[in-house]
């Protein structure tokens, strides 16, 4: 299995990009700016889009990709790429985004018996089967309905938890599962914790409570994402004086993950 980062910033700068991952060439999980490092034809191989919530620094490229590879598509007689997604951030991108006014709705374009893209809902506890890959809807705890996935392999699990305040019922998950790489995100300083709380996201104080949460024989690799633009050596820092018995460091972006099949 074979995952490149995109993009893992909370926001834009120069450099920075918002988050989104290819798996093995033909499945993005979430949408940021950070498809924009795709070539043309790396973006028109794309059949899969799994979606953790509706904030735009996650969804901004899905409208924005499917009129890239209109005509590229078109011309293979590809089928609609799927968007896989809560039913509630679903709705959100019909209401918000491809609603003609921001941009065209592409489950209609170039025609509704032909579109660009299909919305598919899924729950959490769902397994998606694409691409010979197990992809498992885990639960997140966030400002919006929001989700986390896991891309099960033959030896393991690569996780993303999305964008995720302190969550019992995800751990309780992963404690049962086999993880080999974590991707989980880490947006505030321990400063901000009370910022951190209201948004539904993770400061270094809260992300070790959280990774106590798994097996103590478990020591697992850990990619910190999600950190503002700047903020990184910070954040770092502070994760660091954790003392923690994973191997955790700093997601980049452009880097390739790889998990043995």
């Not at 270094?204 to 103590?216: D, F, H, V, Y």
Request: include cysteine; charged fraction near 20%.
């Amino acid at each position: 299995m074979q995952i490149r980062v995109l993009g893992c910033s909370g926001s834009i700068a120069a450099g920075s990009r918002t988050t989104s991952f290819l798996v093995d060439e033909t499945v993005l999980i979430d949408a940021g700016t950070g498809v924009g490092d795709l070539t043309l034809d790396e973006m028109a191989r794309v059949d899969h889009i799994f979606i953790t919530h509706s904030h735009l620094d996650h969804v901004l490229s899905i409208g924005l990709l499917a009129d890239s590879v209109t005509r590229r598509r078109a011309a293979l007689e590809r089928p609609a790429v799927v968007v896989h997604a809560l039913p509630a951030t679903i709705a959100a991108l019909k209401l918000h985004i491809l609603n003609g006014v921001i941009w065209p709705d592409f489950t209609r374009l170039p025609t509704a018996d032909a579109p660009v893209l299909a919305l598919r809902p899924i729950e959490v506890g769902d397994v998606v089967e694409v691409a010979g890959r197990r992809i498992e809807a885990l639960s997140a705890a966030h400002t919006v309905p929001a989700v986390g996935y896991a891309v099960h392999g033959g030896d393991g699990a690569w996780v993303f938890t999305g964008d995720t305040g302190p969550n019992a019922a995800l751990w309780q998950r992963l404690a049962r599962m086999r993880v080999r790489a974590l991707v989980i995100e880490t947006a505030f300083r321990d400063d901000e914790h009370e910022l951190a709380s209201i948004s539904g996201h993770l400061c270094p104080a809260m992300l070790g409570a959280e990774l106590a949460k798994l097996p103590p024989d478990r020591g697992i690799d850990v990619y910190i994402t999600h950190i503002k633009p700047g903020e990184v050596d910070a954040v770092m820092s502070e994760i660091a004086g954790l003392g923690d018995r994973h191997r955790i460091q700093a997601l980049q972006s452009g880097q390739v993950l790889t998990l043995a099949d």
